[in-house]
């Protein structure tokens, strides 16, 4: 479904990735993993369109997606809930819901509402609610549900786990699972190496802008490099 390859870009003369291989399957939870820098963040960013690519290609359903400005990128199937969550505080969270449908003017988005409600339960409660009143770990829900208001095929997911207590991580990644079994196929980039490969298919690990390991995700937990530098086993 997604096919990155030899992906490069920079950040003025700095160049950050440095020749990036990956590829995501249809239906698949695929992880990029790493430490804070490693690049990660950028990566999503070069895939959702607003980060430059220097070198290199992506591929997203067949089509090459470099042309293809941010804009239009949702409306290929690809949805981006950003590093930081990006919701609007004075906005409601249904306002916020329905930002992320801004494509459609269709009867479906009602019933793509009370689906993210029956998934979210909580941002039903307080769907009346300035957004900023939420919770850290109902911020991160209100950031997927919004992106999948766009209904897309594929969801980069960028920190979900990000300054959350370990039990909301826990809940994070369930929904994330949940968004699997919806038919979204995800790549989620994470520092928290051990909750993301336990929920992915796959994964990748990105050390200062290359991938140096890949596999399956049972296969990269037993690994003892990523027990001991990802794992603190
Ligand atoms: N806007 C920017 N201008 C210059 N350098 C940047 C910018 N954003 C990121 N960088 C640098 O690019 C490198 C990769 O950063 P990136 O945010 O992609 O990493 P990351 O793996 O996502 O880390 P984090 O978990 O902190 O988000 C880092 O060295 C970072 O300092």
Redesign the pocket.
Known sequence: MLTVEGLRSR??R?E?LHGIDLEVQSGEIVTVV????????????CLSGVQPVSSGTITFRGEALVPVPAYRRLARGLAQSP?GRQIFTNLTVEENLRLGAFLFADDRVEKDMDDAFRMFPVLKEKRNLAAGGLSGGQQQMLAMARALMGRPSCLLL??PS?GLAPIIVAQIFEVVKGIRDLGVTTLL?E?NAFGALKIADRGYV?E??HITMSGGAEELIADPRIREAYLGI
């Not at 790493?34 to 960013?45: E, F, H, S, V």
């Open positions: 950040y003025g700095i950050v790493g430490a804070n820098g490693a690049g990660k963040t950028t990566l999503l960013r590093e960028d920190e990000m980039v520092q990105m200062t802008g």
